[in-house]
């Protein structure tokens, strides 16, 4: 937070199954849906905020829901960055277009959308 920048996660429970790459046998999905409860709760800790400070993790049920609605209406929304979850393998996959169909809805709705799956952060500087 050094250069002013607030980043806030946002989940969203209705694409949790989008947490489990693709090619992960179902057996070894729990592996990546328990990483994403651990990851919400962690971020979610109250303990974990200075003084002042407010929370950066937000859990939602969908980009539907008022919840959410309510958070973009209180928040000063630049852009969203996001997986495509490689959504690449096929224009008819179900995956493929769920994933990119999230990223369409955020763009819909009038926000800039990056993709970030091929980014590499080598320096903090500008």
């Excluded at 920048?5 to 057996?27: I, M, S, T």
């Excluded at 990483?35 to 979610?44: D, E, G, K, Y």
Aim: proline share 3%; glycine share 6%.
């Amino acid at each position: 937070m050094e250069r002013g920048c607030n980043f806030h996660v946002l989940w969203f429970d209705k694409y949790e199954h989008l947490c489990v790459p693709r090619g992960v046998a179902q057996e070894h999905a729990y592996k990546y849906h328990l990483t994403r409860a651990v990851l919400i709760q962690h971020l979610a800790n109250p303990l974990r905020l200075g003084e002042g400070e407010s929370p950066r993790s937000y859990q939602f049920q969908s980009l539907e829901c008022d919840a959410y609605r309510d958070y973009l209406a209180l928040n000063a929304v630049h852009f969203i960055m996001c997986s495509h979850g490689e959504a690449t393998k096929s224009e008819q996959d179900p995956l493929s277009l769920e994933n990119l169909s999230i990223g369409y809805q955020v763009a819909r709705a009038g926000y800039c959308v990056a993709f970030i799956n091929d980014i590499y952060f080598q320096s903090s500087k500008v």
